[in-house]
């Protein structure tokens, strides 16, 4: 599975729709970098945020999963408490070709602050805004900055398209927007 270059996900992006809106050049000035790299996708997240709470002492369970468990938050800005995390979206909408697989890994400016991304595979088919894990591994409070770079997307090619997508099976996260909370 080859990861793609720049030239083919501008194309995917402006012919197919695979991201939108798409940032066909970096951006960095002053902002952490977000938009096409060489082999990648660098995403934003967005200004919605909800940031893990005990405050009602809430069990974590992916099964019964309680909207309890967090506050809501909306800003340029989101303090993440110490060894807790967020959830946020992504600004960018996805739209994942049939014979594609996407890998997320996080960013290295967010990394060397003890911040960790973390984001399940977007599978073939699947479109949407992709949730993103937030995790904030230091001991002190952490700051996230909305609409700008938070991960980077590589595109894997498969040798072909995969029997079943994540369309045909009707996927319960297909066309998420904003924050999707657990599932079952």
Known sequence: MPVMPDHWIREQAVSNGMI???VETQKRDGVISYGLSS???DARVADDFKIFTNVDSAVVDPKNFSSDSFVDRKGPVCIIPPN????AHTVEYFRIPRDVLVICLGKST???CGIIVNVTPLEPEWEGQVTIEISNTTPLPAKIYA???ICQFLFLQGSAPPETSYA???GKYMRQRGVSLPRL
């Open 147 to 149: 609409n700008e770079g």
């Open 84 to 87: 807790s995390f967020a959830l």
């Open 168 to 170: 045909d099976k009707a």
């Open 39 to 41: 082999y990648g996708y």
């Open 110 to 112: 967010y990394a060397r």
């Open 20 to 22: 939108d809106p798409f």
